[in-house]
């Protein structure tokens, strides 16, 4: 079955700090992951798509196909990115129709 | 600001009601798609529309039906409401109806179903 697993539903950390939220995916084809953030039950923002490999606020995440693992990684946390992160699939990518499966989320802290 | 539009913000209404929620996409996109976020069940897609047609259904309840019109914009109904219908409901727009587009979100229609 297709699904993508956070298993941290909080991590908190200090400011300054490395931050890593691990994301797993379980897809049988070439899957297209994303990484979406959302402050205080808001829209969802897009914060990275693997494919293009930016970095956006400080964010990277790099495919490891041989671990299905999609982790985003920032080297310094700010107190501005305490939010919910979301990892996500694309069920549909090339083919013909685009759903997203979302992780549960991971609350990321940042402590002052 | 992602550009995509939902009305309205909240929505408070009884068990057995009918509602209808709202969605402008952004300028361009011709796809259209719609996610339910609660407590319980997180972030599920529902349903998606590609320039006025049907593309991917996904957990959506018989109940709950979708269209696309001529100009793009896009309304969920939902009938026949339960408490547990109670949700936050996300609309999304991308350029294409094939894979390989990001998909920009809306700021969400509040439901509560009392």
């Known amino acids: 079955a297709q699904r993508v697993t956070q298993p941290e539903k909080l991590l908190s950390v200090f400011k300054g700090a490395p931050v890593e939220l691990k994301c797993n995916y379980s897809y049988s084809g070439s899957p297209e992951l994303f990484w979406y953030v959302q402050y205080s039950r808001q829209r969802l923002q897009l914060l990275l798509r693997?494919?293009s490999r930016e970095s956006i606020k400080g964010f990277t995440a790099d495919l490891n196909k041989g671990e299905t693992s999609f982790h985003l990684k920032k080297p310094f946390a700010q107190e501005e990115d305490s939010a919910m992160y979301y990892c996500a699939l694309n069920q549909g990518y090339g083919g013909a129709t685009n759903k997203l499966i979302f992780g549960t989320g991971t609350l990321l802290a940042v402590q002052p | 600001d992602s550009g995509v539009t939902q009305t309205p913000k909240h929505l408070i209404t009884a068990t057995g009601q009918r509602v209808t929620l709202r969605c402008s996409p952004r300028s361009g996109d011709l796809s259209v798609y719609w996610y339910q976020q609660s407590l319980d069940q997180g972030l599920q897609f529902l349903i998606q529309y590609y320039n006025g047609e049907e593309r991917a259904k996904g957990n959506i309840l018989e109940r709950f039906s979708a269209q696309q019109f001529p100009d793009l914009h896009s309304e969920l109904n939902l009938s026949s409401l339960e408490l547990g219908d109670s949700a936050l409901y996300f609309c999304?727009?991308?350029?294409?109806?094939?894979?390989?587009?990001?998909?920009?979100f809306g700021p969400g229609t509040r439901l509560t179903v009392t």
């Open positions: 999304a727009s991308s350029v294409a109806g094939t894979g390989g587009s990001e998909q920009y």
């Open positions: 693997h494919i």
